[in-house]
């Protein structure tokens, strides 16, 4: 069973940054690089959206709109971690960030840590 786990959230101030890690494990049948990764947020009251996919091999990344430029997206392979630098923080990137894995038709979801972006 797959298990994924997020850290790294906390209150910061609009226009600060923050790193949130995904730490992954339970990778029985296959590789963690076998696994395309993502990252999602929720915030109070909205339905959960995408924030930023990378590929398996790490050399392809996707963001939201909203995130491109201030978002980057890496993973390391080698120890199954998954990392989501935010930089320029503003107030609507307040929320419950989850990461995510899927395999075909297999996915995997962390608990989330939460961003706050407060003045």
């Known amino acids: 069973q797959v298990h994924l786990e997020e850290s790294g959230g906390g209150v910061v101030q609009p226009g600060g940054s923050l790193r949130l890690s995904c730490a992954a494990s339970g990778f029985t049948d296959f590789p963690f690089s076998s696994y395309a990764l993502n990252w999602y947020r929720q915030a109070l009251g909205r339905e959960r959206e995408f924030v930023a996919a990378?590929?398996?091999?790490?050399?392809?990344?996707v963001y939201a709109d909203s995130m491109k430029g201030r978002f980057t997206l890496s993973r390391d392979n080698a120890k199954n971690m998954m990392f989501l630098q935010m930089n320029s923080l503003k107030l609507e990137d307040t929320a419950v960030y989850y990461c995510?894995?899927?395999?075909?038709?297999?996915?995997?979801w962390g608990q989330g840590t939460q961003v706050t972006v407060s003045s």
């Open positions: 995510n894995a899927v395999r075909g038709s297999r996915g995997s």
């Open positions: 990378i590929t398996r091999a790490g050399n392809n990344t």
